[in-house]
């Protein structure tokens, strides 16, 4: 019996420290990719910071088109920095599209300490709209990949002015992603589970919130009547297809879903670069026009 003791102690010890680790990993603060600038590609722009309502100043480049009075927030993935994405905004500004791009709390040159996977990171993308409508853009449309697409997911029902979205690469259910990821990683199938359930719930705890109420499958719906385009790789090794194609059955009207089969995780622009502009920079286009 102190045996058997012993050894669900030191099994309960071993799962909490992993469980420590995963919330450790998907919460911290993270180095930034790369830095750039939009003058890399010729570029006009702006230096600019806002609030959060949370108090959390944010830092990103408005990069506006000449005239326009319609723009789309670029949202990027966890544990990077808006950097990488700045290849996108040409295109925009091409069709008279305004780009605001910033960093999340917790990444890059903005504030905060600590990432939450989405769920405080929606404030993130409410404040970016606030500071748009100030500048008086009349129509908003956001761009997320990654983690930036659970955002653009489940922040945007929170806004009425935002007319279109488009996620890219967006997880599901946080926890399966991080399940997925633990067995990409080599995470026995058996213990991938609970250990991103225990990472998941700790992570919570440290933030004070439930990280799974942000979740983009209890918000895609909302979004209608607002356009949606969901983007996915067949091949993505965190989320499952048939976990994608039934948050898109769930959605509202109007709605389009694009799964290209030879691609993985947020690289449909690599496997499909032509199609891939004329679908974002298309569906922008139309669903942000008068």
Not at 25 to 48: C, F, N, W
Not at 74 to 85: N, Q
Request: aromatic share 8%; charged share 20%.
């Amino acid at each position: 019996m102190v045996w058997a003791l012993m050894v669900l102690l030191l099994v309960a010890t071993l799962a909490g420290i992993a469980g420590a680790y995963v919330a450790a990993t998907i919460t911290r603060r993270r180095t930034p990719d790369r830095t750039a600038s939009p003058s890399d590609y010729g570029l006009e722009h702006e230096t600019v910071h806002f609030t959060t309502e949370d108090g959390i100043t944010l830092t990103g480049w408005l990069i506006p088109a000449p005239n326009a009075d319609r723009a789309v927030i670029f949202l990027h993935g966890h544990a990077g920095s808006m950097d990488p994405d700045l290849k996108y905004a040409p295109w925009f500004r091409e069709r008279g599209i305004s780009v605001l791009m910033f960093d999340f709390r917790g990444h890059g040159r903005s504030a905060g300490r600590h990432v939450s996977m989405g769920y405080f990171e929606r404030r993130d993308l409410l404040a970016a709209e606030k500071f748009l409508m100030e500048r008086g853009y009349e129509r908003i449309g956001v761009l997320g990949f990654s983690m930036g697409g659970a955002v653009a997911l489940s922040g945007s029902p929170q806004s009425q002015r935002i007319c279109a979205v488009v996620a890219d690469g967006s997880f599901v259910r946080l926890r399966n992603a991080i399940r997925q990821g633990a067995q990409e990683r080599g995470v026995p199938h058996l213990l991938a589970g609970p250990l991103a359930a225990l990472g998941v719930r700790i992570a919570g705890w440290r933030l004070g919130t439930d990280l799974e109420a942000a979740d983009p499958e209890r918000w895609a719906a909302k979004i209608a009547p607002r356009a949606l385009l969901l983007i996915h790789g067949a091949k993505d090794p965190y989320t499952a297809t048939e976990e994608v194609q039934a948050m898109f059955a769930a959605a509202g009207e109007p709605k389009e879903l694009w799964v290209v089969p030879g691609a993985g995780h947020r690289n449909v622009d690599e496997v499909e670069p032509a199609a891939y502009k004329e679908k974002v920079i298309g569906f922008f286009d139309h669903w942000l026009a008068e």
